[in-house]
């Protein structure tokens, strides 16, 4: 059964949000100075690429003795300091997407020599999490995962607290979302579900993170297909996929929504089954159709960032800078990105600064659009 599209202000508000762009890769072989970007192959060792690094720093090509280009010649930041060790701050609980991307981005950056160590600080929501990272002063060695569900999560909760505040670092990548039920479910596909909330969307228990967030967003946007209003939904807010997924298995919802990453390992062990996920085409990490797939003209994607601390040096922001832009040039992180099918959807610095200003704005919008936030 075909959807229509949703139109007018709302989609125009997540026009951002909605379309999964992909960032070329930055790797090839041997490049000129004028073409260098980090991680390349280059010929002579000292040779300086002027301006090509992250905000317009230089790079040097340099004979790298650590990760998994040790004993090549690549383009490098020659003045680089890998980090001792790293608290991250997840805004939600164990298990949740924020978590599981620092966990995959330390891990990387471990493989390759960029880190020594690193912990992860779990709090249940965004102001939480957020209000902590923002109490850390004088701190070189914080960085907090922020994404789409943030300034959601912060505005519903009536926060005055604000991502543009923190140093903005990189935007790393974006994942699919994936709608989940028990094994048991009555559901076989996504418009099985679509039927009963259209026909009675109280009755409907849907699962998911924040009230405001990507999950909820996500679900609000999909039942505007199907002319139900997000208010209206049976929406019940958990701290992140962790804290879900105890429920969707055993039925206490009808259906969960959260990234990809937090619902494969339970899918591929037959405890639960995904009704469609929100990626252009087909996922290796995970088995479902996709909505397009089924009918729905709708794709989406949860992007997540790096932020640093407010009060953090310029000398140090910018080796932070170029730690983070090191390794999204890395194999290690490649390999990531391939096992999770995360999309390497990547901004960095100057660029991911003005980026997530933007982005904030559009968000609210959308959640004022929809009667989320007032």
Known sequence: MLRKKIAGAVIASVAIAMVVTVS??????????TAANVGDECVTAGRVAKGRGVNGSDLTCTNVTTGTAAGTRRWWYADMKPFGSVEWVSSSAIGGGYGTTAIAIGDAMK???????????????????????????GRNDILLITGFAMPGGLATNGSKLTITTA????????????????????????????????AN????????????????????????????????????????GGTLTPDVIGGRVAVGIS?????????????????????????????????V???VDLTFGNWRGILAPADLSAA???NTLKVIDTLHATDSWKD??????????????????SWIKTENTAIIKVLTDFKLVK
């Open 316 to 318: 140090d922001l910018l």
């Open 167 to 198: 140093n903005a670092v990189a935007g790393i990548m974006r994942e699919a979302e994936a709608f989940a039920v028990p094994t048991s479910s009555k559901y076989r596909t996504i418009n099985d579900l679509l039927d009963d909330i259209k």
């Open 111 to 137: 493989k390759e020599g960029l880190l020594k160590d690193y912990t992860v600080t779990y709090k249940t929501n965004a102001p939480l999490g957020l209000g902590y990272f923002y109490d850390q002063k």
């Open 201 to 240: 969307p109280k009755t409907v228990a849907i699962g998911g993170g924040n009230y405001g967030g990507v999950d909820h967003v996500t679900i609000a946007t999909l039942a505007a297909t199907v002319g139900v209003k997000a208010t209206d939904l049976n929406y019940i807010p958990y701290s992140g």
């Open 336 to 353: 990531t990105l391939v096992a999770k099918s995360w999309i390497d959807e990547y901004r960095a610095g100057n660029a991911f600064s």
């Open 24 to 33: 070329p890769q930055a790797n090839a072989a041997l490049k000129a100075p």
């Open 259 to 291: 990234g990809t990453s937090e619902f494969s390992s339970y899918v591929a062990a037959g405890k639960m089954r995904i009704l469609a996920v929100t990626s252009p085409k087909p996922l290796k990490v995970i088995k479902g159709k996709t909505l």
């Open 293 to 295: 797939q089924q009918g």
